[in-house]
């Protein structure tokens, strides 16, 4: 019996998923677009890798399940999560194994980056920029689309370049009209995109990366991080060697089983994951505000076949803490919130 553990990584651009051996040896994996539809990408993962799975081996089994990323609560109720951990966390142990001495973490995706601080193997720091857009990866796809420039050919065109211009890029208003002007000047397209590299790279060193020690090993994963034009800015401003893990697009889904896995075996217990079954589910969500106390709480139902299974948003916990099914629907009338955890906005 083929035991396996599956981590997801659910962002705003990506969903990631990755499914490992009891060895953490990757046995597949699936990079899909989110669409604005966590449920919907999480379903459409979930049944090609069990296709796939149900193609290759005679029996297997779901040893355990994590997720991790931006919407990891949502990703973990509709799964039946054993582990649901932070993308700082998840990164890490997964960079750790396959470089055991790395030093920083570079991390920039589709909406969002972040630097993670390693000594000894040990997270001992680490930042997020979810601000600004500028220097992410749907920025990225923005300007080579208005360049006309294929987002696969961006990183080959930008090592083409000879003078390349420099680019603002403390905001991604100031980066883009930036661009516009060096192009009505007559600056070269592979200039221009180079530049645009070199800004980007310089933008995240000054901000995600302010104050912090950089110690090598250098290593850089996330989407962005397939774009060759990227990874030579970093190696110019940092003087060094950076290294892109072989499956750096999906670090955080493996951190992400790597945890699961080592939940479920520490704690004894089976896994809590639902099934592949939760592709053919209907999910729909529903928002309320609350208007029991001042705080105004804009509170949401996670719903699975016409059932709630979760809800969240309430700051004092009054939904959250005190799920009370009638039908299995949410009946507000018979829940009073936790005192402990009544906190008003001011």
Not at 17 to 22: G, H, T
Not at 251 to 262: D, P, Q, R, W, Y
Not at 270 to 282: E, N, V
Request: net charge positive.
């Amino acid at each position: 019996m083929k035991k396996l553990s599956i981590g997801i990584d659910v962002g705003s651009v990506s969903t990631d998923i990755a499914v490992l051996d009891i060895d953490e040896n990757l046995i597949t994996s699936r990079y899909l677009r989110t669409q604005g539809n966590p449920i919907l990408a999480i379903k459409k993962g979930l049944s090609s890798i069990e296709k796939e799975l149900k193609e290759r081996f005679k029996e297997f089994e779901i040893f355990s399940v994590g997720t991790t990323g931006s919407a990891r609560y949502l990703a973990g109720v509709v799964v039946g999560a054993d582990v649901i951990k932070n993308e700082i966390s998840a990164h890490a142990i997964a960079t750790i194994k396959e470089i055991p001495d790395v030093g920083t973490i570079f991390e920039i995706g589709g909406q969002d980056s972040k630097i993670i601080i390693v000594r000894d193997g040990i997270v001992v720091d680490f930042a997020m920029n979810t601000v600004c857009a500028a220097g992410t990866g749907s920025f990225l796809d923005h300007q080579a689309e208005r360049l006309g420039v294929d987002i696969k050919e961006f990183g080959r065109l930008a090592l083409l370049s000879k003078n390349p211009v420099r680019i603002a890029g403390r905001c991604t208003v100031f980066a883009e009209s930036d661009m516009i002007h060096k192009a009505q000047m007559g600056a070269k397209r592979e200039d221009i995109i180079r530049g645009l590299c070199e800004s980007l790279v310089r933008n995240y060193l000054n901000n995600v990366a302010r104050g912090k020690e950089l110690h090598p090993k250098f290593v850089f994963q996330g989407g962005v991080s397939e774009n060759i034009g990227i990874v030579k800015a970093f190696e110019d401003a940092l003087h060094d060697k950076i290294i892109v893990p072989k499956h750096n697009k999906i670090m955080g889904a493996i951190g992400a089983a790597m945890f699961s896995k080592e939940f479920v075996m520490h704690k004894g217990t089976k896994t809590k994951f639902k099934g592949f079954d939760i592709s053919k589910k209907t999910y729909d969500t529903k928002v309320f505000y609350c208007d029991k106390c001042p705080n105004n709480c804009e509170v949401y139902e996670i719903i699975e076949e016409n059932k709630v299974i979760a809800i969240w948003g309430d700051i004092c916990g009054r939904y959250s803490g005190k799920l009370v099914l009638s039908g299995g629907k949410l009946d507000r009338d018979k829940i009073e919130p936790s005192p402990k955890k009544l906190l008003l906005k001011k």
